[in-house]
């Protein structure tokens, strides 16, 4: 089954410790994406990657990391210098023969 | 500055009537136009889209209309069923160059009562 997956679901962390969140796909896109959910705010894009060992800072990047080793995998670290780093976290991504992008599940974190 | 704007947080319908879910943009450089439904703890799924060269795209019960005049869209969707009770957001595509980005509305809760 082709498909973006992230993992965890679920994930909790202490303020101040950075956290590392995983999106993984098999659907052979060249193309990734990192989005934020808050209430009330719709999905702001992070970080995105057209192409392997090359990304770009979306509209919200700061305390926020990416790296494009591997086309299947574009991880996410939320690193201490983020504010406000509870949210739902959503990953994408787009082949070039699409007009639109496809979702992960989606990583609900949780800074205590 | 909010790019694309929903400015419906939210919408009541009956099941069987029409939902219409609309949608303002700013930029003129959008090029492409999409719709994505979302149920809580879920990621969004692609429902329809539509280019800036067209004016209407139907696919089933869901409908976009584009006036790029008034840089407005909207979804239809008829008739409504519970099951279609979601947050819809709208999304829009800059044009030029390779890259590839989506600005998306703050979404429109869908809830529609049996």
């Known amino acids: 089954d082709g498909g973006i997956t992230q993992s965890p679901k679920y994930l909790f962390r202490k303020e101040g410790q950075n956290v590392t969140l995983s999106c993984e796909q098999n659907?052979?896109?060249?193309?990734m994406y990192w989005y934020r959910q808050d209430p009330g705010q719709g999905l702001r894009l992070i970080y995105y990657?057209?192409?392997?060992?090359?990304?770009q800072k979306g509209d919200i990047a700061e305390g926020y990391s990416v790296s494009r080793e591997k086309k299947e995998s574009f991880p996410l670290t939320v690193t201490s210098a983020q504010k406000n780093p509870t949210a739902f976290y959503l990953c994408?991504?787009?082949?070039?023969?699409?007009?639109?992008?496809?979702f992960g599940q989606g990583t609900r974190l949780t800074v205590v | 500055d909010q790019q694309v704007k929903q400015n419906s947080p939210s919408l009541s319908v009956q099941e069987g009537r029409i939902s219409i879910l609309n949608c303002d943009y700013t930029?003129?450089?959008?090029?492409?136009f999409l719709w994505y439904k979302k149920y809580p703890a879920e990621g969004p799924t692609f429902l329809i889209s539509?280019?800036?060269?067209?004016d209407k795209n139907e696919d089933g019960r869901f409908t976009v209309f584009l006036n790029k005049s008034a840089k407005h869209l909207s979804l239809h969707i008829v008739p409504s069923q519970p099951g279609d009770s979601a947050v819809y957001f709208c999304?829009?595509?800059?044009?030029?160059?390779?890259?590839?980005?989506?600005?998306f509305g703050k979404g429109t809760l869908l809830t529609v009562n049996p």
């Open positions: 994408a991504s787009k082949g070039a023969l699409n007009t639109e992008a496809f």
């Open positions: 659907l052979n896109h060249d193309a």
């Open positions: 990657s057209q192409i392997v060992n090359d990304f």
């Open positions: 930029n003129s450089m959008f090029d492409y």
């Open positions: 539509i280019s800036s060269i067209k």
């Open positions: 999304a829009a595509r800059s044009s030029g160059g390779s890259n590839y980005k989506l600005t």
